[in-house]
C-alpha cells in the first residue's frame, strides 16, 4: 500500500508539470492556433495548412496528456481516501498509483526532448564492424532490435538499403523510423554497441567479443531549408538486388548518389555516399536518396552545434560521438549502458526492442543537454 509521502509526491509533481510545461499558456494557444485552421481558404495552400494542423496536433497532444495524468493523481488522491473506508482494495489503490507514475514519467520524459531536431523522424543506420560473420549477425539482431521497438511504439519503419553479410546477418542497413519525437529517442542509440557472447559460429565455443556502430539523425522535411550544390551531385544507377519481382536484377531502379562535400570552416572534401533501393521506381529513390543526403548535411551543421556550445559547457559531461555507450553481455545476463550507468538483466527483452528503459535513464540523467553527449 502506497503511503501518505508517496501520495503527496504525486501531486506534487503533477502540479509541477502544470507549472514547467506552462498548461494554462498552451491551452490559450491551442485555441488560437485552433481558430486559424477555421478561417475561408484554410486549405487552399494544402502545405501550409498540413503545418498549421501539425502544430495544433502537437498543443493537443500536451492538454491531453497532462489532463489524463491531472484525472489519475485526483482519482488516486479519491482512492487513498476510500481506502480507509474500505471502499477499496490495496491493490487498486496500488495499480492505480503505478499508472499514475507511468503517466507523470511519460510527460516529464517528453518534456527533455526541447530541441529543435527532437520532433523529427529518424534515420538509423547500422554497420557491422571488424569480425566477419560474428559481427555481421550482431548487425542483424540490432537491426532487429530497433525493428521491434518502431512497432511497439506504433512508428512507421522503411529500410532504404539493405546489405546482406556474407554468410549471414548484414554488413549495413539504413532505416527510415517516421513518428512524433523518433530522432529525440533514438538520438541516445548513437555509439559503438558491444556483444559479448558464444559464438555460434565458432567451432570451438569461445566467447567472442563484437562491435557494432549505430548512426542516429535527424530526418528533415519541407520546412527544413538546407542547401544542396547542384553541382556537387552526381549520379549512379544499378540493379536492386534481392527478390522484389520481375523488374529486379532486370531495370536500373536502385540509386547511388555522391555528394563532395566541403566543410564550411576547415575547407577539407570529402564524398557523401548514399545508396538506395526502396522503391522500384528510379525517381523515387532519387527523391529519397536526396533526402536522406539533406538529413546528413542537417546532422553535421547540428554537430556543429553541439561542439560549440560543448566549449562553452565545457565543465560537464560529455561523450565524443561513436564512442562505446552500451554492452550487451549474453552469458552474465546483463545489457549495461556505460553513460549512465543503468543495466538490466532481461536480456531477451532488450533484444525484443525493450528499451525504453535505457532511453528514459539517458534523458533523464543528461535532459536538455542531451545534445552533448550524443
Known amino acids: 500500500m502506497i503511503t501518505a509521502e508517496q501520495l503527496k509526491e504525486v501531486l506534487e509533481r503533477t502540479e509541477a508539470l502544470n507549472r514547467y510545461l506552462d498548461i494554462p499558456r498552451k491551452q490559450v494557444e ?23 494542423m501539425k502544430k495544433v496536433k502537437s498543443l493537443e497532444k500536451w492538454l491531453k496528456g497532462y489532463a489524463e495524468t491531472r484525472t489519475l493523481a485526483d482519482e488516486l488522491f479519491t482512492a487513498f481516501d476510500f481506502y480507509k473506508e474500505e471502499l477499496v482494495t490495496e491493490q487498486e489503490v496500488d495499480e492505480l498509483y503505478a499508472r499514475t ?4 514519467e511519460a510527460l516529464e520524459l517528453k518534456n ?12 538509423l543506420k547500422i554497420n557491422s564492424g571488424a569480425g566477419g560473420t560474428e559481427a ?17 511504439n506504433g512508428y512507421k519503419l522503411t529500410v532504404a538499403n ?27 542509440e548513437n555509439g559503438v554497441h558491444r556483444l559479448v557472447r558464444v559464438s555460434p559460429y565458432n567451432a570451438q565455443g569461445k566467447r567472442m567479443t563484437s562491435f557494432a556502430s549505430v548512426f542516429v539523425t535527424p530526418l528533415v522535411d519541407d520546412t527544413i531549408e538546407v542547401y544542396v550544390d547542384p553541382a556537387r551531385v552526381s549520379w549512379d544507377l544499378f540493379r536492386s538486388g534481392g527478390a522484389g519481382g520481375q523488374n529486379v536484377n532486370k531495370v536500373e531502379t536502385g540509386v547511388r548518389l555522391r555528394y563532395q562535400y566541403k566543410d564550411p570552416d576547415t575547407g577539407e572534401e570529402e564524398e557523401i555516399l548514399i545508396e538506395n533501393t526502396e522503391s522500384r521506381k528510379q525517381l523515387e529513390n532519387r527523391e529519397n536518396a536526396m533526402r536522406l543526403l539533406k538529413s546528413q548535411l542537417y546532422d553535421r551543421a547540428l554537430k556543429k552545434r553541439m561542439e560549440a556550445q560543448a566549449k562553452i559547457e565545457a565543465g560537464k559531461k560529455k561523450i565524443e560521438w561513436g564512442s562505446q555507450i552500451r554492452s ?21 527483452g532488450v533484444m525484443d526492442g525493450k528499451i525504453d528503459a535505457f532511453i528514459k535513464a539517458y534523458l533523464m540523467e543528461f535532459g536538455g543537454n542531451s545534445e552533448l553527449v550524443q
Not at 526541447?114 to 529518424?122: K, L, S
Open 162 to 188: 539493405l546489405q546482406d553479410g556474407d554468410e549471414a546477418g548484414i554488413k549495413t542497413v539504413t532505416m527510415q523510423i517516421e513518428g512524433e519525437y523518433a530522432y529525440g529517442y533514438l538520438k541516445s
Open 112 to 123: 527533455m526532448l526541447q530541441q529543435e531536431e527532437d520532433p523529427m523522424d529518424a534515420v
Open 136 to 152: 555481421q549477425d550482431w548487425a542483424q539482431m540490432l537491426m532487429r532490435m530497433y525493428m521491434r521497438w518502431a512497432e511497439q
Open 30 to 52: 491551442w485555441e488560437e492556433e485552433q481558430l486559424r485552421t477555421q478561417a475561408p481558404g484554410f486549405w487552399d495552400d494544402a502545405a501550409a495548412a498540413e503545418q498549421q
Open 101 to 104: 507514475i507511468d503517466s507523470i
Open 328 to 348: 550487451y553481455v549474453f552469458d552474465d545476463r546483463r545489457v549495461k549502458d556505460h553513460r549512465t550507468g543503468y543495466q538490466t538483466s532481461d536480456v531477451g
